[in-house]
């Protein structure tokens, strides 16, 4: 069992930054691949980063590539999503997600691996204003 805590949400003008942090707790040595997510009301959860903990391997949407960095603290159990030049179209609620024993191939998958991602945290809110 794997729990999730999130932090870091909140509001800033088109063109801010903001990082938000999620830490794991509980069977941390089995997960391979941590994921963060973001839905709009009424919208599909749609992945935005990933991270194959085994190597720090990450991947990006094509929407935020250069502009989010995942990376992680081992020590803290904790991985982090920097957002710089956000935009307004990055106004979602945004989740942390793990997966134990997951392949690399499939925690690339941002498109297809929603399903492959048992654990979620209870999600942290951001806003960009114009």
């Known amino acids: 069992q794997v729990e999730l805590v999130e932090s870091g949400g909140g509001s800033v003008p088109a063109g801010g930054s903001l990082r938000l942090s999620c830490t794991a707790s509980g069977d941390t040595v089995s997960i391979s691949c941590m994921g963060w997510f973001r839905q709009a009301p009424g919208k599909e959860r749609e992945g935005v980063a990933s991270i194959y903990t085994r190597d720090g391997s990450t991947y990006y949407s094509d929407s935020v590539k250069g502009r989010f960095t995942m990376s992680q603290d081992n020590a803290k159990n904790t991985m982090y999503l920097q957002m710089n030049t956000l935009k307004p179209e990055d106004t979602d609620m945004y989740y942390c997600?793990?997966?134990?024993?997951?392949?690399?191939?499939?925690?690339?998958?941002?498109?297809?691996?929603?399903?492959?991602?048992?654990?979620w945290g209870q999600g942290t809110h951001v806003t960009v204003s114009s």
């Open positions: 997600a793990a997966s134990q024993w997951l392949p690399r191939h499939r925690c690339e998958a941002l498109d297809t691996n929603r399903a492959d991602f048992a654990y």
